[in-house]
C-alpha cells in the first residue's frame, strides 16, 4: 500500500473524566522507483538468443517485486508508437529479425534469415506489486560468418609440405576464430562437422594437423597435385565453417574451392613432367 489511508477517530480522557477525540491520518510514501538496465543478446548467424530481461533490474525497497507476467515489448510501429508505460506487445519486428515475450521475464530474438549485424532495440516494459512501472531496452546482434580462405602450398618431391591454414582466414567482427577447434574432413564426415586430425588418401599422402597447420606428407609414388582436403573451424560464437586446403609441388595450377571444398586441377603435361623428374 502507498498513498494516505482513511483517518482514524480517537478519544482521550483527563483525570477529571473530560474527553476530547481527534484523527490519525497515515501516509505511506511509494518506494524508490525500481531501476531498469539494459539488456543485449548475441548470438551466431541463425541462432536463437534469450534472456530473462528482469534478472538485472532492481526495485527500491524491501518487499518490493517485479511481476514477471507483466512484461510487454513497446511496439515503434504502431501510430502513435508505444512508449512505456502505455506499452503491450508481445511481439515487435525490427529490422533484422523479431522479439517476443514469454510470461516469466524472457525475451528471445529471432534474427532473419541471413541477417548479420546489430539489429535495433526495443523497448520493455514490467510493473511491480506496488504499480510501479519500469522500462528498459534490450538488443540483439548476430554475428556473420568469418572470412575463409583457400590454402596451397607447393613443394619437392618426396619432401612433407605444410600450410598454416588459419594465417589467412578471419572471424567476422565480434568474435574471433578458436584455433584449438581445427578439424580435418575425413571420408565418414558430414562438413562442417569434421573430426579428424589425421587423415590418408590412398595414392597421395597424409594430412595431419600440427597446431593451426595441416602437414602434407606425400607418399614416395606421388608427383602432382593433390586433391585436397577440407578442415573445419569454429568461431568463438560457436559456429563451425568449411574451407580447404590442397598441397601441390611448383608449377602447379590450382582452381579456386566452391562450396567450401577445394577443387585442384594440374595439366596433363606437367604430370607427365614431374612424372618424368622422378624417375
Known amino acids: 500500500?502507498?498513498?494516505?489511508?482513511?483517518?482514524?477517530?480517537?478519544?482521550?480522557?483527563?483525570?477529571?473524566?473530560?474527553?476530547?477525540?481527534?484523527?490519525?491520518?497515515?501516509?505511506?510514501?511509494?518506494?524508490?522507483?525500481?531501476?531498469?538496465?539494459?539488456?543485449?543478446?548475441?548470438?551466431?548467424?541463425?541462432?536463437?538468443?534469450?534472456?530473462?530481461?528482469?534478472?538485472?533490474?532492481?526495485?527500491?525497497?524491501?518487499?518490493?517485486?517485479?511481476?514477471?507476467?507483466?512484461?510487454?515489448?513497446?511496439?515503434?510501429?504502431?501510430?502513435?508508437?508505444?512508449?512505456?508505460?502505455?506499452?503491450?506487445a508481445t511481439s515487435v519486428t525490427v529490422n533484422g529479425g523479431v522479439y517476443t515475450i514469454d510470461n516469466t521475464g524472457v525475451v528471445t530474438f529471432t534474427p532473419a534469415n541471413g541477417?548479420?549485424?546489430?539489429?535495433?532495440?526495443?523497448?520493455?516494459?514490467?510493473?511491480?506489486?506496488?504499480?510501479?512501472?519500469?522500462?528498459?531496452?534490450?538488443?540483439?546482434?548476430?554475428?556473420?560468418?568469418?572470412?575463409?580462405?583457400?590454402?596451397?602450398?607447393?613443394?619437392?618431391?618426396?619432401?612433407?609440405?605444410?600450410a598454416n591454414v588459419l594465417a589467412n582466414d578471419s572471424a567476422a567482427q565480434g568474435t574471433s576464430l578458436v584455433p584449438s577447434s581445427i578439424k580435418l574432413c575425413g571420408p565418414s564426415d558430414t562438413a562442417p562437422a569434421c573430426s579428424q586430425t589425421t587423415v590418408v588418401v590412398a595414392g597421395e599422402g597424409t594430412y595431419s594437423l600440427s597446431g593451426t597447420s595441416v602437414v602434407f606428407t606425400p607418399v614416395a609414388t606421388f608427383a602432382g597435385t593433390a586433391s585436397g582436403i577440407a578442415y573445419s573451424v569454429a568461431d568463438a560464437s560457436f559456429d563451425t565453417w568449411?574451407?580447404?586446403?590442397?598441397?601441390?609441388?611448383?608449377?602447379?595450377?590450382?582452381?579456386?574451392?566452391?562450396?567450401?571444398?577445394?577443387?585442384?586441377f594440374v595439366t596433363d603435361i606437367n604430370i607427365r613432367i614431374n612424372s618424368l623428374n622422378k624417375q
Request: net charge negative; with cysteine.
Open 115 to 162: 541477417f548479420s549485424g546489430a539489429a535495433p532495440e526495443v523497448t520493455y516494459q514490467a510493473t511491480t506489486n506496488t504499480g510501479q512501472v519500469l522500462s528498459g531496452t534490450v538488443s540483439g546482434r548476430t554475428i556473420g560468418a568469418p572470412n575463409l580462405q583457400p590454402d596451397t602450398a607447393t613443394g619437392t618431391y618426396n619432401v612433407a609440405q605444410t
Open 242 to 264: 568449411l574451407d580447404g586446403y590442397t598441397p601441390g609441388v611448383p608449377g602447379r595450377k590450382v582452381s579456386i574451392y566452391t562450396e567450401g571444398c577445394l577443387l585442384a
Open 1 to 88: 500500500f502507498t498513498g494516505t489511508a482513511h483517518a482514524l477517530n480517537y478519544s482521550v480522557a483527563d483525570a477529571f473524566g473530560q474527553t476530547s477525540m481527534a484523527t490519525y491520518t497515515a501516509t505511506v510514501t511509494a518506494p524508490p522507483a525500481p531501476t531498469a538496465v539494459a539488456d543485449s543478446l548475441t548470438g551466431p548467424m541463425g541462432g536463437l538468443q534469450s534472456t530473462n530481461v528482469l534478472t538485472n533490474d532492481t526495485v527500491g525497497a524491501s518487499g518490493v517485486t517485479i511481476s514477471p507476467s507483466s512484461l510487454v515489448l513497446c511496439d515503434p510501429s504502431t501510430n502513435p508508437a508505444q512508449t512505456s508505460p502505455n506499452c503491450s
